[in-house]
């Protein structure tokens, strides 16, 4: 079977990006120091492999996955990957509504929600797991159910502003499960199970 | 030189305590979850200490520090310790206003901010470490670049919603370094020394 993993690097007060000082959608102020651990690279994410350190083992895992799962705002903001993420596994691009032109290469807009999207990246991925990116394909994922498990770089700053990974959920309790951490000089790689959500958080849903 | 070390337990996606269900300030819906790493105990702090792990590690440093600042939210709500947080050390209770009822046993009203709460727990600390505890205090240690190191209980599971450790901080970098990380059954303990504010942070504050 296989699980759909999200992979973010977040700072210990929990941001993806820094504060935003215009209308784009990138790294925010700063924020480009969550990515120090991977190498500077270009546009072919392959190109951005760490050099040495456990980053190697993350990245090789995320470079396995067989299929991508993301949001518009990071899908556009990575300039869509030039249609390929990695060794032309489908990528999975959730959005209200899809633009005009196709997607390029080997992306997919899918509208209909992140079941749906789920499922199809699932079809798609065999027995590879599914590599998913962004705050709000992540939050809906929460939402919904469906995340398995969480790769997440823990780096080593306070960036005190910027975009959280974890904004806006309901109050569900999500037991996790440590199943790996790995201490790099640049990152705290952890790799976390989710298991449940607990009672109290059945309990809300239920009453609301 | 002894240092201000922040002890705290943290949701994986940043929470201290759960959704406050009414006008209390206590552990929150489902908060209760964040403290399993200690034994139930009773109004002792001391009697909190797990029976095995890595948190007893952690319990033992805390009980070893030589002063307590802390906010009046966590005093109150702690029962103000009964005057006692450990050992008799003095508690130093960081508020606006000091009630008219003097503070119980070892603990002091610190009405002059937040320096001079750590000024007065340095002078009484001797060469012992500052236990600090409470997001308050934490935020306004990290405003006025007082915060030295933070021991922070990571707790794996999703809270959603709640009161966060880090919230409402200008967007000063502080760059951190991981001096230690134990793993733990019901948390990771994970020790990280503040090492300076980077550079976007620091051209953010001369902006504003």
């Not at 079941?115 to 809906?140: M, N, P, T, W, Y």
């Amino acid at each position: 079977m296989n699980n759909i993993v999200l992979y973010m690097s977040m700072s210990l007060d929990g941001f993806i990006s820094g504060p935003q000082d215009g209308p784009g959608r990138g790294f925010g102020i700063g924020g480009e120091r969550l990515h120090d651990w991977l190498s500077p690279g270009g546009v072919d994410p392959g190109s951005h492999r760490p050099t040495s350190g456990p980053g190697t083992v993350v990245f090789d895992e995320a470079m396995a996955t067989g299929a991508v799962i993301t949001g518009r705002r990071t899908f556009d903001f990575a300039g869509r990957w030039d249609g390929d993420h990695h060794d032309g596994v489908p990528i999975f691009v959730l959005t209200h509504s899809a633009p005009d032109e196709p997607a390029p290469g080997h992306a997919t807009y899918v509208t209909d929600g992140i079941e749906a999207c789920v499922a199809k990246a699932k079809a798609a991925a065999g027995d590879r797991d599914i590599l998913l990116h962004g705050a709000s394909v992540a939050q809906a994922c929460l939402r919904a159910g469906l995340l398995d498990e969480m790769e997440l770089q823990l780096v080593p700053v306070l960036l005190g502003q910027g975009r959280r990974l974890f904004e806006d959920l309901p109050p569900d309790h999500h037991e996790l499960e440590l199943v790996r951490s790995l201490e790099g000089a640049d990152a705290l790689y952890l790799r976390y199970r989710v298991r449940s959500k607990g009672p109290e958080g059945s309990k809300r849903s239920e009453s609301t």
